[in-house]
């Protein structure tokens, strides 16, 4: 029996999987388009997301359970929308992960002259496999590797604010306000580098007191990554070097991505296997299949699967990357229509006007997401797994 997870943790898994490189990377492209207002992408960013945070939080006060986004949409919208909003966010998640590892990869294979020859998809999929091996053999999402993982993103965080406070120069900030043309413009930037508060909802099965730990570990954490990243783009704008040139600050950024591999790979798996108990694929008995250590190993395997075959036959990563988020947002949305039906029905107690607003945030961050992938492209190998899995699905319920 694996030991139940507090909230202190849980707040480490949600930060852990949100935080990445974006936070670091988007410094100089915020700073382009609204100079050292730069902060105010994170600021409207987390003010058209929190709608949905505070009715997500709710959802899962309601339904503390594993597979949480695919529970709310079925509870509410039926099985097939379930369906829909389960395997889109599987599937999102594990291409998410998939590129995580890949970035660890490319940085680490840069620096080790032995792994320069090899190609870099393979050794991402070796270190997606390690990281399943180790969740299966013991190393659990609650455990103290996630203090480890913390500190290697607030180390050169905390860097960054220590540094700027010591050599800020208030003539480096702009009295002068931005047009409002110009903050817009930094929204899209921002908005993506706060994906993944949602994760907890997809292991509600392992926390103490779930009913209220998921509620809290969700707007947190949010609460938490958005104050970081609103003063460390404040104070990293007015600084005169490059945040990746510095490689102990680069080495620690790039270790912190397999941090947020571990953790959506080691929880995604549970949205699998949710799907798998309620008969949405055939050999449920394999599927739900959970080890000694309680994991779902073989839909753990299945994911790294899919994370690999995505590596290995598609090099538009630019498109898979705005697809994955697409497909993460599509299921925000059916989880949002799920809470406004809820509340209709009088069976979800929050004020009726944080989901309508949350499907409105949804609606916006969904059209972000196409506009991003008219740009990049679409992936047809993403298209076929993930609609192939729908179209199966449609054809499995019509033979039954």
């Given at each position: ?201 997809s292991i509600g099965h392992m926390f ?20 970081i990243y609103i003063f460390f783009q ?71 699967g899919i994370a690999c075959l995505m ?90």
């Amino acid at each position: 029996m694996v030991k139940k997870i507090g909230l202190p943790t849980a707040l480490l898994i949600n930060i852990n999987i949100i935080i990445g490189a974006g936070v670091f990377l988007n410094v100089k492209p915020l700073a382009l388009i609204a100079g050292s207002f730069g902060f105010a992408g994170y600021l409207l960013g987390a003010t058209i997301l929190f709608p949905f945070v505070l009715t997500l939080a709710k959802l899962a006060q309601a339904y503390p359970v594993s597979g949480g986004l695919y529970v709310y949409s079925k509870e509410y919208l039926g099985l097939f929308a379930g369906f829909v909003s389960g395997w889109s966010y599987f599937i999102g998640k594990t291409v998410s992960a998939a590129f995580l590892a890949l970035a660890f990869t490319r940085f680490f294979q840069e620096q080790i002259l032995f792994l320069q020859p090899y190609p870099t998809a393979l050794l991402a999929c070796l270190v997606i496999f390690t990281i399943i091996l180790l969740n299966i053999l013991g190393a659990h999402i609650g455990g103290s590797a996630q203090y480890v993982f913390i500190l290697t993103k607030l180390i050169p965080i905390f860097f960054i604010y220590i540094t700027g406070i010591l050599t800020i120069q208030t003539g480096n900030f702009s009295s002068t306000p931005q047009p409002i043309s110009s903050l817009a413009g930094t929204i899209p930037i921002a908005l993506y580098a706060f994906m993944g508060f949602e994760i907890t909802c997809s292991i509600g099965h392992m926390f103490k007191k779930s009913s209220s730990t998921i509620p809290r570990a969700i707007i947190g954490s949010f609460l938490f990554v958005t104050t970081i990243y609103i003063f460390f783009q404040l104070l990293a704008t007015q600084q005169p070097f490059s945040l990746l040139s510095n490689k102990p600050i680069a080495t620690l950024i790039f270790t912190s991505a397999i941090a947020g591999s571990f953790g959506i790979l080691t929880s995604n798996c549970w949205n699998l296997h949710a799907l798998a108990l309620d008969n949405h694929f055939p050999g449920k008995k394999i599927l739900t299949k959970i080890s000694q250590t309680h994991v779902p190993w073989v839909g753990l395997l299945l994911e790294g699967g899919i994370a690999c075959l995505m590596l290995l036959i598609s090099d538009n990563q630019v498109a898979l990357q705005s697809m994955s988020v697409f497909c993460v947002v599509t299921s925000f949305l059916l989880s949002t229509l799920a809470a406004l039906l809820a509340v209709a029905n009088k069976k979800l107690l929050i004020n009726k006007w944080i989901p309508r607003l949350a499907l409105a945030g949804c609606g916006y961050v969904l059209f972000l997401c196409l506009k991003n992938i008219q740009t990049a492209g679409v992936s047809l190998p993403f298209l076929a797994l993930l609609f192939g899995g729908i179209g199966l699905k449609t054809l499995w319920l019509f033979n039954k």
